[in-house]
C-alpha cells in the first residue's frame, strides 16, 4: 500500500511497523494494568518512530504508547507522521484511544494512516469533525504561534535570528532572517535557513525569531545591535532591545 507525499509515492511496510510495534511493547511499564500497548509509525523522511505506554500508580497520569512515538517524533527531528501500527501484547492491531487520536491528528493530520484489523483507515475517518489549527485561527485571525516549516523543524533552536528595519512602499516595516550558527555542525557552512515576512512592530518579528530559536538580535537603523533573546545578554551584545 502506498500514500502519495511531496516528493512522490512512499511504500508502506505495514509487516515492519507492527514488528516495531511489537518489539516497543515488549518494553511497555504496565504493572496495574498488565496490558502492554506498543505503536510505531513512519514518518514522513523515512524513519520510524516507536513508543510503548508507560503507567502510574496515579492511573492518570499513565502515558499512552502513541505519547510516546510523538515525543519520539520530535526529539529526532520532527516531520510529520505518514502511518502508524498499534499493537497489543499479542501483536494484534489496536485501536488508539480518543485522546491518542486527537494528538495523531495534530502530528499526522487527516490522511495520517492508523492499521486495523479490517484495512488501514484514515484519520479523517477515525476523527471526523477534529478540532485543529484552523479552529484557532477562525477565533483569532490568524496562526497564534508562528509555524516552522517542517524542513527546518531539526534547526529550532539552533542558529541565530536577525530582526532589522526595511522599507516597504516607502513605509519602514520590520523584517527577520534565521541564520545558521558557525559552529552549528562541523564543517558545514553558514547560510540563511529561512527568511521572514514583514511587520510594522518589531516585537511581531522578535515573535517570529523565538518561535525558532532562543538566540535572537535586533539591528536597529544605525546598525547598533541589541540582545532581544531569552536569558541574560552575551557578552558580545550587552544590551537588551527595547521597543521605541
Known amino acids: 500500500m502506498t500514500v502519495r507525499q511531496n516528493d512522490g509515492m512512499t511504500e508502506i511496510d505495514w509487516a515492519r511497523l507492527r514488528a516495531a510495534a511489537a518489539e516497543a511493547m515488549r518494553h511497555a511499564y504496565a504493572p496495574y494494568s498488565t496490558f502492554p500497548v506498543g505503536a510505531a509509525a513512519l514518518v514522513d523522511d523515512g524513519r520510524v518512530v516507536v513508543g510503548c505506554n508507560v503507567e502510574n500508580a496515579a492511573y492518570g497520569v499513565t502515558l499512552c504508547a502513541e505519547c510516546g512515538v510523538v515525543s519520539s517524533l520530535h526529539a529526532t527531528g520532527g516531520g510529520r507522521l505518514v502511518a502508524l501500527s498499534c499493537v497489543d501484547a499479542t501483536g494484534e492491531p489496536l485501536m488508539p484511544c480518543g485522546r491518542c487520536r486527537q494528538l495523531l491528528w495534530e502530528h499526522g493530520g487527516p490522511e495520517c494512516l492508523i492499521e486495523t484489523k479490517g ?9 471526523p469533525h477534529a478540532f485543529g489549527v484552523e479552529d484557532l485561527e477562525a477565533v483569532t485571525g490568524e496562526t497564534p504561534v508562528p509555524v516552522v516549516p517542517e524542513r527546518l523543524a531539526a534547526w529550532r533552536g539552533r542558529g541565530t535570528v536577525f530582526v532589522h528595519p526595511d522599507m516597504s512602499a516607502g513605509q519602514q516595516v520590520w523584517t527577520a532572517y534565521w541564520e545558521r550558527s558557525a559552529g552549528d555542525d562541523a564543517g ?3 547560510g540563511v535557513l529561512e527568511e521572514a515576512p514583514s511587520w510594522d512592530d518589531p516585537a511581531e518579528a522578535i515573535i517570529w525569531g523565538m518561535a525558532r530559536t532562543p538566540r535572537v ?19 558580545e551584545i550587552p544590551v537588551r532591545w527595547s521597543a521605541p
Open 188 to 190: 558545514a557552512e553558514t
Open 217 to 235: 538580535v535586533v539591528v536597529d537603523a544605525t546598525g547598533t545591535i541589541f540582545w532581544a533573546g531569552e536569558g541574560e545578554p552575551p557578552l
Open 119 to 127: 484495512r488501514p483507515l484514515r484519520m479523517a475517518e477515525l476523527l
